[in-house]
């Protein structure tokens, strides 16, 4: 069936036993056995097993088309999930301008004598060269957050996997709605469920799914319910709501930003826009193999200074100044300052979250603001 259909109904049934349409919230921790010690419905403890989180997974594994997932309490718990994995010694490559909280959270593992190599993606050929004999995991961000690079998924799994390396693909801004990692070769798909598949800047979580019944998905599995990062059952219920409407918002969120880059890209005022849609954009031919449409997301960079982006951000009316991702309203951030002192992102450029607002007054709103720097 079509994604559309899947988002609505997989991972959810009718419940049996009052017949509710909507699944009920099971907050029980724990789980009757039975006179022989069996759990006659497969729970035991809510760490490691409950009813809103199974059904998560079973909707998000069925989406990527996976094999199986493992939820988290955040996007951060389910990636440290994937980098506990590794042992002291190992090595793994990521993009340079990886999401800037999995950056600091790969540094963190420098104690733990986890090499890293941080590189520009965008080239196979700059992945093979990074490549050493203890390189165990190669981890993909495309598009990229916040310069919204496109990397090869097909060509860096076959790397990889020609040098015995995992390739994981964090498809927050992908969505399993434009992009389908797996059918690229990739491994392991990494989402922040707190962006597009909650979709209403109201949950804090992550997930990662597996293609196969893998060791490194038996190991996140296990740190999962031994580490217990696990998110609540109201958590997981309003993912799963929020799943309901993903093809939707996602589809109408994209189309949005393309016209809101084509109209940025022609503005006076703006010196670059990176969106993948834009036939200039570098990564453009990659972006339309292995995407359906180009995303939510639009960062740019004023023509001018750090104040003048600022000033920007503090002028618009229908755009929130904030950051995260993937609600239904629209949200401008000052990325540089957002990210700290390591920060590699220019000073002036700013970063959208399309929402679900009508575009033309998304337009509007950025053209009053933008009038003023008009010389
Ligand atoms: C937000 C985000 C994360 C982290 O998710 P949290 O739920 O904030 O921990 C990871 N990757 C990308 C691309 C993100 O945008």
Not at 61 to 86: I, Y
Not at 199 to 217: A, C, N, P, Q, R
């Amino acid at each position: 069936m079509k994604i559309e259909t899947r988002s609505v109904h997989s991972g959810r049934s009718v419940d049996p036993s009052t017949k509710a349409i909507v699944p009920p919230i099971y907050l029980s921790t724990t789980f009757e056995r039975n006179v022989n010690g069996d759990y006659p419905a497969g729970y035991s403890y809510t760490r490691d097993n409950n009813p809103n989180r199974e059904s998560l997974e079973k909707c998000i594994t069925d989406l990527e088309n996976g094999f199986g997932a493992a939820a988290f309490s955040s996007g951060s718990a389910a990636a440290m999930s994937v980098f506990q994995t590794l042992s002291p010694g190992d090595h793994l490559i990521a993009p340079d301008d990886l999401y800037h909280g999995n950056r600091k959270l790969i540094k963190l593992f420098a104690k733990w004598e986890i090499t890293f190599s941080f590189i520009d993606m965008t080239s196979p050929k700059n992945v093979e060269k990074a490549i050493t004999k203890n390189t165990k995991l190669i981890w993909i961000e495309t598009p990229s957050n916040p310069m919204l690079k496109i990397t090869d998924l097909q060509s860096i799994s076959q790397i990889s996997h020609a040098y015995g390396a995992v390739t994981i693909c964090d498809n927050t801004w992908g969505t399993p709605v434009l992009q389908q990692p797996f059918k690229f070769g990739i491994d392991l798909i990494l989402h922040a469920t707190t962006k597009y598949l909650g979709g209403h800047s109201d949950v804090l979580g992550g997930i990662v799914i597996s293609k196969e019944d893998s060791e490194i998905f038996k190991n996140i599995k296990q740190m999962q319910k031994s580490g217990g990062a696990v998110p609540s059952p109201f958590e997981c219920w309003l993912v799963l709501r929020g799943i309901q409407t993903l093809p939707l918002r996602i589809r109408y969120q994209s189309e949005s930003a393309f016209k809101i880059a084509e109209f940025l890209n022609k503005h006076p005022c703006i010196s670059k826009v990176y969106y993948p849609g834009l036939p200039t954009h570098p990564g453009h031919q990659t972006a339309a193999n292995q995407m359906k449409l180009y995303g939510g997301m639009i960062s740019f960079q004023i023509n001018g200074s750090e104040t003048d982006a600022m000033n920007v951000a503090a002028g618009t009316r229908v755009f929130t100044r904030a950051t995260s991702l993937g609600g239904t309203e629209s949200l401008i951030e000052h990325r540089a300052s957002v990210e700290g002192a390591d920060s590699k992102t220019p000073v002036n450029l700013l970063r959208l979250s399309i929402g679900l607002e009508h575009p033309d007054d998304l337009i509007t709103d950025l053209s009053n603001v933008l009038k003023k720097c008009v010389k």
